[in-house]
């Protein structure tokens, strides 16, 4: 359990920050156009993204027993550095233009959503290295119950907010929310990889 709690923390600090991506399901959710088709797409290429993450480091560690500490401190680097850089980009929000534009067709929809996973340099950084690199200090065992947390972080968040956008459109609009969405990021990064730094 405290393997998929972690996970699904992990996970949701990794996606829960304003992006391109989010911004885009947001919209669909919020102009109710291909929200299914969209939604499925991001929470699926997720899923892929983090099984492969996690099995290929997985992998390695179990070939190079040695790794697990390099693969550790890489982690506390880059979990250390996303955390202080939410925090900072929290004392300057930036609102989140989701709403507006024209419909667009199934095919549009589709391929945009997948521009936005795929071309994006961050989510292999993010989703495979880092998920990977975090799932892998779990043991053998563990990341996979690690991975089922962040599969399900993903799903529920690109769930939550294509489908939840006409409920929750001011407040994810609104420039405060992301402030303290981004403090709670950074928060929840610090604090794991403080507790990789000291093996927890």
Known sequence: MDHFLTGTATGLALIVAIGAQNAYVLRQGLARDHVGLVVAICAVSDLVLILAGVAGIGTIVERAPAAIDV?????????????VSSLLRARRPDALAAAGGARL???SAALRALALTWLNPHVYLDTVLLLGSVAATHGSGGRWWFAVGACLASVLWFSGLGYGARLLARFLASP???????????????AIAVRLATGG
């Not at 693969?71 to 955390?83: H, P, S």
């Not at 929310?177 to 403090?183: E, F, I, N």
């Open 71 to 83: 693969v550790r401190w890489l982690g506390v680097a880059f979990l250390t550095w996303y955390g």
């Open 105 to 107: 067709s199934r095919r």
């Open 176 to 190: 405060r929310a992301w402030q303290v969405l981004d403090v709670l990021i950074g928060v929840v990064m610090l």
